[in-house]
T-cell receptor, first 114, second 112 residues
Framework: DTEVTQTPKHLVMGMTNKKSLKCEQHMGHRAMYWYKQKAKKPPELMFVYSYEKLSINESVPSRFSPECPNSSLLNLHLHALQPEDSALYLC?????????????FGQGTRLTVV | GESVGLHLPTLSVQEGDNSIINCAYSNSASDYFIWYKQESGKGPQFIIDIRSNMDKRQGQRVTVLLNKTVKHLSLQIAATQPGDSAVYFCAERVDSSYKLIFGSGTRLLVRP
C-alpha cells in the first residue's frame, strides 16, 4: 500500500465555520506533512510531524491547527479562515531516514472559503 | 519551444521528441532532490530522485542531471508521450531535514 488518503476531496466553508481535513497512510512512515497549493503555484510547506511531534511550522497562521493523533493519521483543523485561504491542501508522508527519501502525496482537499 | 507565462513557464514538444525541463535550486545545503509530476486535480507523483553525491541518475525514460556548482537540476524525458503532459516540479530537501521545498514548476505540453 503506497497510498496517502485525504478526506474530504472538496470542502466549502464559511469564514465562521470550523472544519477539519484528514489524512491517513499505512506505509509505516513516521514523517507527515501538510502543504498548501494555490493555482499555478508550487506546493508550499506548512507543517511537518516527525514521530507524532510537530517538527516544522513554517510560520503558519494560528487559524490552521495541525494534529497528529497517531503515526498513521494527520489532521488539519480550520477555524475562522479567510477567502485567500482557498487552495488545494496536500498531505504527504515519508520515511524518517535522514539521508532523504521521497514524500508520497495524497490527492488533496480542494478548499473554498466563502 | 519554451515560454514564460505570468506564473508557470510552459514547454511545448512534439510527441516522440525528447524533453528537457530545468530547475534552479536555491540552497547550497540541499542534499537530496526529487522530480514530481502533477496532473490536473491530482497530488504530485514521484518520478525520480538524486542525492547530492551523484550527478546523474537514470530511470525508465527519464534522466536527472545535477550540477551543484551552478545549483541546477534538469529532467530529461525520452520519447515524450501525450501522457507526459503535466506540470513538473523539482523539490529539494534542505540540510538532511524533513524540509522539502518545491521549485516554481514547468508545464509540459505534448503535441500529437
Amino acid at each position: 500500500d503506497t497510498e496517502v488518503t485525504q478526506t474530504p476531496k472538496h470542502l466549502v466553508m464559511g469564514m465562521t465555520n470550523k472544519k477539519s481535513l484528514k489524512c491517513e497512510q499505512h506505509m509505516g512512515h513516521r514523517a507527515m506533512y501538510w502543504y498548501k497549493q494555490k493555482a499555478k503555484k508550487p506546493p508550499e510547506l506548512m507543517f511537518v510531524y516527525s514521530y507524532e511531534k510537530l517538527s516544522i511550522n513554517e510560520s503558519v497562521p494560528s487559524r490552521f491547527s495541525p494534529e497528529c493523533p497517531n503515526s498513521s493519521l494527520l489532521n488539519l483543523h480550520l477555524h475562522a479562515l479567510q477567502p485567500e485561504d482557498s487552495a488545494l491542501y496536500l498531505c504527504a508522508s515519508s520515511q524518517e531516514d535522514w539521508r532523504g527519501t521521497e514524500a508520497f502525496f495524497g490527492q488533496g482537499t480542494r478548499l473554498t472559503v466563502v | 519551444g519554451e515560454s514564460v507565462g505570468l506564473h508557470l513557464p510552459t514547454l511545448s514538444v512534439q510527441e516522440g521528441d525528447n524533453s528537457i525541463i530545468n530547475c534552479a535550486y536555491s540552497n547550497s545545503a540541499s542534499d537530496y532532490f526529487i522530480w514530481y509530476k502533477q496532473e490536473s486535480g491530482k497530488g504530485p507523483q514521484f518520478i525520480i530522485d538524486i542525492r547530492s553525491n551523484m550527478d546523474k541518475r537514470q530511470g525508465q525514460r527519464v534522466t536527472v542531471l545535477l550540477n551543484k556548482t551552478v545549483k541546477h537540476l534538469s529532467l530529461q524525458i525520452a520519447a515524450t508521450q501525450p501522457g507526459d503532459s503535466a506540470v513538473y516540479f523539482c523539490a529539494e530537501r534542505v540540510d538532511s531535514s524533513y524540509k522539502l521545498i518545491f521549485g516554481s514548476g514547468t508545464r509540459l505540453l505534448v503535441r500529437p
